[in-house]
């Protein structure tokens, strides 16, 4: 069982940066492929990024292409989700996911989810 606690949501201004960080617990975090996800109010979870367990394979969605990056450090068993340039539509609750299958910007394909980590932007 892999537990996922996310960190570093919060409040920022549009055009500002936030950091989110994912902690899985276990010791094979680095076999894990990684995601994150996100929903606002009233509207369905999403896919934002993925990176594969070596962190030599990343995927974004179109909506944050060239302002988020995701990166992971396996052994400080972390994935991080670097946000800059933040816009008032990426307010949202962020999730952070695991899968063992394979890289997939499917939410159905990962096996394990975080609690999620608020973050807001104001305009």
């Known amino acids: 069982q892999v537990q996922l606690v996310e960190s570093g949501g919060g409040l920022v201004q549009a055009g500002g940066s936030l950091r989110l960080s994912c902690a899985p617990s276990?010791?094979?975090?680095?076999?894990?492929?990684m995601g994150w996800f996100r929903q606002a109010p009233g509207k369905e979870r999403e896919f934002v990024a993925a990176?594969?367990?070596?962190?030599?394979?990343?995927h974004y969605a179109d909506s944050v292409k060239g302002r988020f990056t995701i990166s992971r450090d396996n052994a400080k068993n972390t994935v991080y989700l670097q946000m800059n340039s933040l816009k008032p539509e990426d307010t949202a609750v962020y999730y952070c996911?695991?899968?063992?299958?394979?890289?997939?910007?499917?939410?159905?394909?990962?096996?394990?989810w975080g609690q999620g980590t608020q973050v807001t932007v104001s305009s």
């Open positions: 996911a695991a899968t063992t299958t394979y890289l997939s910007i499917a939410a159905t394909l990962y096996d394990y």
């Open positions: 276990g010791r094979t975090f680095s076999t894990y492929h």
């Open positions: 990176i594969n367990w070596s962190g030599g394979l990343t």
